[in-house]
Nanobody, 121 residues
Framework: VQLQASGGGLVRAGGSLRLSCAAS????????VGWFRQAPGKDREFVAA????????YYADSVKGRFAISRDNAEQMTYLQMDNLIPEDTAVYYC???????????????WGQGTQVTVSS
């Protein structure tokens, strides 16, 4: 199983991007797919997560109201719609899979290479 993030790019503050996460293996109702980000010199931090079974969603306070996570069961894709971006959102974004809701990166597996998001002021 591997989860690969894509869709990053360079955008001005106030702009939008939509990230995609493709799962190469099967995802089951007990799984949670999470988005994390890591800025240079900082730890990887939780951004958002979605439960594969109930499609329940969870967000970091810093992105609530601006980001939206969703999934496509049939395609095994997870999306992160990012609106009203700010320079502080600049980071490499990763997606991973956990066996239940978790906010710590250590509880997620199958990270891909990540996708760079750069927000200019």
């Amino acid at each position: 199983v591997q989860l690969q993030a894509s869709g990053g790019g360079l955008v001005r503050a106030g702009g939008s991007l939509r990230l995609s996460c493709a799962a190469s293996g099967s995802l089951f109702s007990s799984h949670v797919v999470g988005w994390f980000r890591q800025a240079p010199g900082k730890d990887r931090e939780f951004v958002a997560a979605i439960s594969w079974g109930r499609s329940s969603t969870y967000y970091a306070d810093s992105v609530k109201g601006r980001f939206a996570i969703s999934r496509d069961n049939a395609e095994q894709m997870t999306y992160l719609q990012m609106d009203n971006l700010i320079p502080e959102d600049t980071a490499v974004y990763y997606c991973g899979r956990a066996n239940g809701l978790a906010y710590a990166p250590a509880q997620y597996k199958y990270w891909g290479q990540g996708t760079q998001v750069t927000v200019s002021s």
